[in-house]
């Protein structure tokens, strides 16, 4: 059967998750199907404004009948070239509804969510025959805000990367430095909760390394609760290995997420992970994580010292972390993605 994957246009810089966790799922097919032919497509124009996205939806469905396609398969965030291709064989794959939460305070803001909900999630779920969802958190908010039947939801999660579990076999964790901890925040986005975050860290001698473009209204906020900072705005991913390394704590402490990579990375490389106990975070964490409520600038204080002054409780979550990240192991996950193509091959239900 021949899988066409459809991909965006990626970006320079901040472009390369999903493209990097289905690039790991078409590496494992040889092993779990002959059947499965991967083709891979990439959209001609980056996803902004209305006529690139014209143009991406009718190349899609040129290229796709061209190909002679079984399956197409959205990997995500180009969730509106559904309106290009044959919904009996199409599934898409929704990362998260976190696009539907910010700015929605302004007019704007609401006529922007607006125009996001029908073209991103309404219309693109119901052309799909399938929707694979990364987490149970992220099926549920599909449901809230399309009431689409939940069994045509499948929730396949992301894996980790194969670099990560590379780098961990060769990796012995250095020594927790619980005088001065190095505590690693990936993200700055209005979910990232960068605020509260901030305010948390207040008093506590640590040093914050951020990795994500930061506004100066972030940058004011560092230097109002005192705290030693690394920023920089973007690594490599080689980079990004390093840095889980060197670090001595992660913080993941989101108002809300689609899955939450950083929860299963830093459980990789054997780091102390403290997030929250919302959205999907407590289902990708498991047990290995100091779970906070993430609007609570007193929890998440308390936690993070909790995981800095007591070594038996931070020891638990990394050993417990180690058990919880076979739950993502990559051959599991695109076995699971193969007996989807393979029902909607039989036309199953």
Known sequence: MKV?????????????????????????????????EPIVYQSPFFSDG??????????????????????????GDVHFLTMGLNPKKTILTIHDCAFLEQNVDSIKGKL????????????????????????????NEIIKH????????????TTISPKFIEAAQDYTPKKFNSEK???????????????????????????LHIIAPLSEHHFDLLRKFNIDYKHEDKVSFEEL???????DLVSFVSTIEGFGMPIIEAQT???????????????????????????????IKEGILKIINEEDYRNNLIEKGKENIKRFNSKTVTRQYVELYDRIMKNGD
């Open 241 to 247: 290995i390093l840095t889980y390394k060197n670090c």
């Open 269 to 299: 490389l054997s780091k102390p992970i403290i997030t929250s106990n919302i959205s999907s975070m407590p289902w990708v964490a498991g047990n290995a994580a100091h779970l906070v409520n993430p609007y609570s600038v007193k929890e």
């Open 50 to 75: 209305i006529l690139p996205r014209i143009k991406n939806i009718l190349d899609a469905k040129k290229q796709t009948q061209q190909l002679k396609s079984d399956i197409n398969h959205i990997t």
């Open 146 to 157: 399309t009431n689409c039947n939940p069994n045509k939801i499948i929730v396949i999660p």
């Open 112 to 139: 922007k969510r607006k125009f996001l909900k029908i073209f991103w999630l309404d219309i693109p779920v119901k052309q799909a025959r399938f929707i694979t969802a990364v987490s149970e958190a992220t099926k």
């Open 4 to 36: 066409v994957y459809l991909h965006r246009k990626p970006r320079q810089f901040g472009n390369f998750s999903i493209e990097s966790y289905f690039e790991d799922i078409r590496s494992y097919l040889p092993s779990i199907s002959n059947k499965v």
């Open 181 to 207: 901890p190095v505590i690693l925040q990936l993200g700055a986005a209005f979910n990232k909760n960068l605020e509260r975050l901030f305010e948390s860290l207040g008093g506590i001698n640590c040093k």
